[in-house]
T-cell receptor, first 112, second 117 residues
Framework: GQSLEQPSEVTAVEGAIVQINCTYQ??????LSWYQQHDGGAPTFLSY????GLEETGRFSSFLSRSDSYGYLLLQELQMKDSASYFC?????????????FGSGTRLLVRP | DAGVIQSPRHEVTEMGQEVTLRCKPI?????LFWYRQTMMRGLELLIY????????DSGMPEDRFSAKMPNASFSTLKIQPSEPRDSAVYFC???????????????FGPGTRLTVL
């Protein structure tokens, strides 16, 4: 089967650093993506890790450890606008196709 | 670039009625995905197309749901007959070809919020 686990909610202070963890169990694992979704909005792509290690994109970084089936999203210099839900998504190969399997999301609340 | 376009943005209908959701992917993208999002079940993949051909419809909940992609710029998701448990936000997403090997960046439309009374 396929499963992803991430915390349901995280609260942090503006200007701080927050880490959102994601653990997964999946067959045909190919990579780990992160998406951001504001209330009432659509998911938008943040980052992708196909290999172990850290990927940095501005204030956001994402990490993957294939051996631990674990990844995280790191948000630095938090801003109020970062309040949103963050989804990890496994890219998995099943049969002859690739699909994204989304976690249940982590709701991040940034306080002043 | 207009992004992925979905219509309608909101749909309220009565149980038993037919519902048709529409999607126009980003030009040049050859993969199209339909997702459903609810509080209880999160974001679920319903079906996806590659070059207008359905590749994986294992997420389609039951025979009341059907999807078509008659050409590269248009897809529909139809529910007939609709039921209250179908109430959700339905997202369409498209994916670009020729992206960096191994990536799977999907671009989501704004979604259709469906309410079945």
């Amino acid at each position: 089967g396929q499963s992803l686990e991430q915390p349901s909610e995280v609260t942090a202070v503006e200007g701080a650093i927050v880490q959102i963890n994601c653990t997964y169990q999946t067959s045909g694992f190919y990579g780990l993506s992160w998406y951001q979704q504001h209330d009432g909005g659509a998911p938008t792509f943040l980052s992708y890790n196909g290999l172990d290690g850290l990927e940095e994109t501005g204030r956001f970084s994402s990490f993957l450890s294939r051996s631990d089936s674990y990844g995280y999203l790191l948000l630095q210099e938090l801003q109020m606008k970062d309040s949103a839900s963050y989804f990890c998504a496994v890219r998995a190969r099943m049969d002859s196709s690739y699909k994204l399997i989304f976690g249940s999301g982590t709701r991040l609340l940034v306080r002043p | 670039d207009a992004g992925v376009i979905q219509s309608p943005r909101h749909e309220v209908t009565e149980m038993g009625q037919e519902v048709t959701l529409r999607c126009k992917p980003i030009s040049g993208h050859n993969s199209l995905f339909w997702y459903r999002q609810t509080m209880m079940r999160g974001l679920e993949l319903l079906i996806y197309f590659n070059n207008n051909v359905p590749i994986d419809d294992s997420g389609m909940p039951e025979d009341r749901f059907s999807a078509k992609m008659p050409n590269a710029s248009f897809s529909t998701l139809k529910i007939q007959p609709s039921e209250p448990r179908d109430s959700a936000v339905y997202f369409c997403a498209s994916r670009e070809t020729g992206t960096r090997q191994g990536t799977d960046t999907q671009y989501f439309g704004p979604g259709t919020r469906l309410t079945v009374l």
